[in-house]
């Protein structure tokens, strides 16, 4: 009988498990907690993809702004691409985009293709921006306020839900 009992132990923990894992996939959220939330965004210098101009960091003080960080290699960037040129075409905030490890011609032609909506596109060719950014993969979004601090971090798709639920209020809030 002992034996018995102890040969269902593994049973059981496999099945607390599934348990715990199924509880758990109503839970998950994208907004990842960032260590840089409330901190200045990490210093950069990058060109642009078309003038080839260099800006950094202290470019975009004085209005808040959106970071994409996006690549013509990530199928999920495609996927949000119209929310985010949705989201640029209001007006209501500045939308820059992230060209991460991708190629000059790729990138090019990746957004004649599905459109540009950003106000710059900066090229992180090395990954360094990205890496300071502590960025997980693309696509992922940072709001940054008009001081330079970073507010609000996704890593992951940006939906409508998020966009009008979470991001809106956000920006309504650092525009004042």
Known sequence: MKKALIALIP??????????????????????????????VPEFEHQTLYSKETLT?????????????????????????????????TGKIKVVGLNWKDEEQDAKAWLQKWGDPYHEVLVDYEGDTAINLGVYGAPETFLI????????????????QIIRDELLPLIEEVSL
């Open 11 to 40: 049973l059981a923990v496999f099945f607390s498990l599934i348990a715990l894992l199924y509880i758990n996939m109503g839970n998950h959220s994208e907004v990842l907690p960032s260590p840089l939330i409330g901190k200045p």
């Open 57 to 89: 960091q202290a470019d975009f003080i004085g209005e808040p702004w959106l970071l994409n960080v996006f690549g013509s290699w990530c199928p999920s960037c495609q996927v949000e691409h119209p929310l985010v040129a949705a989201l640029a075409n």
């Open 145 to 160: 306020d008009a001081q330079g601090i970073i507010r609000y971090k996704i890593a992951g798709v940006l939906t409508s």
